[in-house]
């Protein structure tokens, strides 16, 4: 009979073999990703693939994003995308089971969809945040969003935000504010003291029913924009891997201690699970209330992204890996 040792030792084998094999899996992918952004590159002059968005939904349309598994689900019924089921696993691997399927065709699909999900993500998290936190989300004809901390990234996925009208069918206006101190100043439509939208395009399915989007940025801390005549609070507030707890430290804290006083809904994403564990215990002691307390999102995107961190349990992370949810004070 093995001894307590031995099957300790075989236990602790396994484990390191099955972590082993998922680092070979994850060195694979990212070399093919890798590969697949350098030839999209040389031919568009940018990694970044075009993400396909779904087309507008109205009034009764199902089903809604709430009701949705994941990336898979999402592309075969709400994005259309009906026919990669022969291709493309539940946990979107890249999994031939059509014998008719083009196996080359197919793989440069999928790793197309894959990285379009590290676009995506940014407005499925949002629309996801708002399904949770927003009861009557079903009847709301205008959305208001506060982007902190918004930066380049933001501003480059603003057409994408289109996304959120068609995916909440009720909503005539979307508004977005990007607030932080990279975002552009008074050339680029500082709020300041008044309300200086910037109108943006919309499809011409949304511009035909009258749906609009606008957007408008104000330069500096979130908390100083909250004191200009023109803050109203919005109906979510967003913090896309604000790393608040990793660097600038006591500059973020103002602006945390204003989203929790004012009671204002705030969405967090973090690279990974340690972030988020101490983004919450700061939020803990200012009494902040939980929505959501942090979790696996969802709707992060799914390329591994090459810097090797920590252990084991991050030996990759993801854009939007982990994120959460508060709103005010508690008790």
Not at 23 to 37: A, D, T
Not at 278 to 300: H, Q, S
Request: net charge negative.
């Amino acid at each position: 009979m093995p001894s307590k040792v031995s099957r300790r030792e075989a236990i602790r084998d396994a484990e390191k073999t099955d972590w082993e094999d998922d680092m070979v899996r994850l060195q694979n992918r990212s070399g093919e990703l890798e590969e697949h952004k350098l030839q999209h590159f040389e031919v568009n002059s940018t990694i970044q693939e075009t993400p396909t968005p779904t087309k507008a939904k109205f009034a009764g349309y199902k089903p809604s994003l709430s009701s949705t598994s994941g990336w898979r689900d999402y592309y075969r019924r709400i994005s259309d995308k009906r026919n990669i089921s022969g291709f493309v696993a539940a946990d979107f691997s890249f999994n031939v089971t059509d014998r008719d399927v083009d196996e080359s065709a197919a793989r440069s699909r999928w790793r197309h969809l894959l990285l379009a999900t590290d676009s995506l993500t940014l407005p499925l998290t949002i629309v996801n945040a708002l399904q949770n936190s927003l009861p009557d989300l079903p009847i709301m004809e205008t959305i208001t969003l506060h982007i902190v901390g918004a930066a380049g990234k933001e501003f480059r996925s603003l057409k994408l935000f289109e996304e959120i009208l068609h995916l909440l069918p009720t909503v005539m206006h979307l508004k977005v504010v990007l607030a932080g101190p990279e975002s552009p100043g008074s050339s680029a439509g500082q709020t300041g003291d008044f309300e200086q939208d910037i109108e943006l395009d919309c499809c011409s399915t949304c511009t035909a029913n009258g749906r609009r989007r606008t957007v408008t940025s104000f330069q500096g801390g979130y908390h100083e924009y909250a004191a200009r005549p023109a803050y109203t609070k919005p109906d979510l507030a967003v913090l896309f891997h604000s790393g608040r707890s990793q660097a600038f430290v006591e500059e973020w804290m103002p602006t945390t201690r204003f989203l929790v006083d004012s009671g204002t809904t705030t969405l967090c994403t973090t690279y990974t699970e340690r972030e988020a564990r101490e983004e919450m215990a700061e939020l803990d002691e200012l009494g902040a209330t939980f929505i959501v307390r942090p979790e696996v999102n969802k709707w992060r995107g799914l390329a591994p992204l090459p810097e090797l961190l920590e252990g084991p349990e991050h030996s990759a992370y993801y854009n939007n890996y982990y994120w959460y949810i508060f709103d005010g004070r508690s008790g």
